[in-house]
């Protein structure tokens, strides 16, 4: 039985390694033919930085006395 429970998980997993070894090419074989490199940009989908729409101070600080103050320094 101790034998079993030793033996089982073994197995499966020797079987799990040999499965995923047979779908690689060889690395050691100049024949081989290797997957095609796929290039895709850092900079695929960047936005920009634009500045916002400046208003008013004045009424930029009233907007925030109005919500209690600055968050950081309540």
Do not use: I
């Not at 390694?17 to 290039?39: E, L």
């Not at 936005?47 to 968050?71: I, L, T």
């Amino acid at each position: 039985m101790r034998f079993l429970l030793l033996a089982a998980p073994a197995l499966l997993l020797a079987g799990c390694s040999t499965a995923q070894g047979d779908a690689r090419p060889n690395a050691t074989d100049a024949a081989a033919k290797a997957p095609a490199v796929v290039f895709s940009s850092a900079f695929e989908g960047y936005k920009p930085f634009a500045d916002p729409e400046s208003q008013d101070w004045r009424k930029a600080n009233d907007e925030v006395g109005a919500a209690g103050g600055h968050g950081a320094h309540k």
